[in-house]
């Protein structure tokens, strides 16, 4: 699920579609409701069969709407205007080589809303240039930013990230790929562990 404030949208995956309703039919929905634990009724705006959906995200200006399904690798991203007038036609897709994503993380800076880190199920760690519709290419010229990637998040103002590796360890990133900082493994960490999730706070 996630939620485009600015354009008061909310958009969520099930089984077998994507849907897409405004967060104001949602208030207005739960206004009947008696109870805090009663299961309201809702009529999303929008339904698209679309199968088997493992992420979803949308920009931080609201603008496009990305989308990974659990097999075949690589996204689509749907413009936002589009899409909440009706038009399910998604605006590009972006191939992978059919490695499944595990993860898309949306800039956090809305001058860069169109930059989207996207993690494979193979540790692969690229960058989305959603203006450029491919993915941006590190130092060494290639599209991976770093290997062995479990999770990433972005620094408050999206211009580096950090990036957990499978041996429990991290690494903070700029946005070509360098290596800016390494941070350990924890001690205390057990032995065959690794990080799923991880915040870039600004201390």
Known sequence: MSIASSRGLLAAAGPDSLILTSTESIRN???GAKSKEEVVPLEPQLQIPIPRLSCLTFTVDGSHLVIAAEQGGGFAA????RLSGGDTKSAFEVPTEGVAIKALVPNPAV???HIVG???ENGHLFLANLQE???AASESGRPTMYEGVTCMAWSPRGKAMIAGLQNGSAVQLSQTGKVMAVIPRPPELEAGKIGMFIPYRCL
């Open 78 to 81: 749907f413009n936002t205007d």
């Open 29 to 31: 929905a739960y206004k």
């Open 111 to 113: 001058e860069l809303a």
């Open 133 to 135: 519709k491919m993915f």
């Open 118 to 120: 996207v993690v494979l």
